[in-house]
Nanobody
Framework: VQLVESGGGLVQAGGSLRLSCVVS????????MGWHRQPPGKKRELVAA???????YYGDSVKDRFTISRDNDKTTLYLQMNNLKPEDSAMYYC????????????WGQGTQVTVSS
């Protein structure tokens, strides 16, 4: 199983970034997928999730700013991040979830997002 993220970088507060994750080795279309992040010195947290059936979930801190989407034909997961804040700075990980529990099963290597004030 491989999950390869891209799209991170340095952006000013209020800016936008779009993360991508190309997935292989699992049947992407039937997997629940998500994005986790880990700020420096803090625990990892689930940012957003995309159920295979189409429903989505967002953490309270990113609602109305982040949008998760997927392209099953390209086996790619996306995270559009708008109105970024310094507190969004973190390593962002693409994850394949176990299902109902939203617990991560497989992880990508991560992509760094840094938001300057």
């Amino acid at each position: 199983v491989q999950l390869v993220e891209s799209g991170g970088g340095l952006v000013q507060a209020g800016g936008s970034l779009r993360l991508s994750c190309v997935v292989s080795g699992i049947t992407f279309s039937i997997r629940d997928m998500g994005w986790h992040r880990q700020p420096p010195g803090k625990k990892r947290e689930l940012v957003a999730a995309s159920r295979s059936g189409g429903t989505t979930y967002y953490g309270d801190s990113v609602k109305d700013r982040f949008t998760i989407s997927r392209d099953n034909d390209k086996t790619t997961l996306y995270l559009q991040m708008n109105n970024l804040k310094p507190e969004d700075s973190a390593m962002y990980y693409c994850v394949a979830l176990r299902g109902v529990s939203l617990d991560p099963q497989y992880w990508g290597q991560g992509t760094q997002v840094t938001v300057s004030s």
